[in-house]
């Protein structure tokens, strides 16, 4: 069985953004911002649910004026 290493929700709040998983990428038709994940980038082995919605509701979702 293999474990799994812990790091810190600030390593893995760097992680998330060294990685840039989440890109703000253009408009849609109606002019809404669109929202890019790269799921290759993806480090789920190493981040929290809990630091993954912080980071998302602090950083990505104001910027796409959903806050």
Known sequence: MTTTPQISEIE???LIEKLEI???HG???RGRKI???IGKF???RFLSLD???KYLEEKIFPR???S
Do not use: C
Request: charge should be positive; proline fraction near 5%; glycine fraction near 4%.
């Open 27 to 29: 408009r849609d038709k």
């Open 64 to 66: 796409l004026g959903l």
């Open 12 to 14: 893995q709040e760097q």
């Open 42 to 44: 993806f480090p789920a």
């Open 35 to 37: 929202l890019r994940i």
């Open 51 to 53: 630091v993954l919605n």
């Open 22 to 24: 989440f890109k703000i």
